[in-house]
């Protein structure tokens, strides 16, 4: 486990996506431990925008974000299409709750002339948003089911469920996560 806090064997390899002698980006979520480069990474998680990143910077692995590298979610189309008429969610600053963490992501909804609202765009996803107007948080489905299965089972309370999802995005303290524990908790009891 130790040898993965580390580049390893991989530090001379090339990135596994374009051949680009400089690769600095890997995923926890993907399955093996090759290095990509920015571009080849926001590639490779088109499809997967809730993957949590990892960037070395020449001694160690420092957390990263596919926002920083530019991926954006478009809602209100089919997966890999864009859309013509995207408007930016509130700010800019959509935050995703999710089994692996508190994810700050860049997402568009369709504004074309024939969309769905907002709700409707995020619930096709299978995002639950925290309010019907304006919503700048939601949690997948997945999330709403884990915890649903933990509380049956366990008891686990909705505060407790909460830290343990802040710890799991960052155990140290040190960054702040944007995210009041209200906000899952009207999430959680709307969804019930």
């Given at each position: ?13 090339l990135?596994?996506?374009?051949g ?5 980006y890997?995923c926890e979520?993907c399955?093996?431990i090759?290095?990509?480069c920015?571009?080849?990474t926001v590639?490779a998680?088109k499809?997967l925008p809730?993957?949590r990143?990892q ?6 692995f420092?957390?990263?974000s ?8 478009q809602?209100?189309?089919t ?6 008429n ?9 935050i995703?709750?999710?089994?692996h963490?508190?994810?700050e ?5 369709c504004?074309c ?8 765009q995020l ?15 939601a949690?997948?489905f997945r999330l709403?089911?884990e ?16 830290y343990?999802?802040?710890?799991r995005?960052?155990?140290?303290g ?13 999430s959680?009891l709307?969804q019930?």
């Amino acid at each position: 486990m130790l040898r993965l806090e580390g580049q390893g064997d991989i530090s001379a390899e090339l990135c596994s996506g374009c051949g680009n002698p400089h690769p600095e980006y890997r995923c926890e979520d993907c399955f093996g431990i090759e290095l990509r480069c920015s571009s080849c990474t926001v590639l490779a998680h088109k499809n997967l925008p809730l993957h949590r990143l990892q960037q070395w910077n020449g001694d160690h692995f420092e957390t990263a974000s596919l926002k920083n590298l530019g991926l954006r979610i478009q809602l209100g189309h089919t997966l890999g299409h864009t859309c013509p008429n995207p408007r930016h969610a509130f700010n800019d600053d959509f935050i995703i709750i999710d089994s692996h963490g508190v994810h700050e992501v860049s997402l568009d909804f369709c504004d074309c002339t024939l969309a769905t609202t907002h709700v409707q765009q995020l619930l096709r996803m299978s995002l639950f948003p925290s309010t019907t107007a304006d919503s700048k948080t939601a949690a997948t489905f997945r999330l709403l089911e884990e915890f649903h299965l933990l509380s049956l089972v366990s008891k686990v309370s909705a505060y407790e469920f909460y830290y343990a999802l802040m710890r799991r995005s960052d155990n140290t303290g040190i960054s702040p996560i944007k995210i009041l524990p209200n906000g899952m908790s009207r999430s959680i009891l709307k969804q019930r």
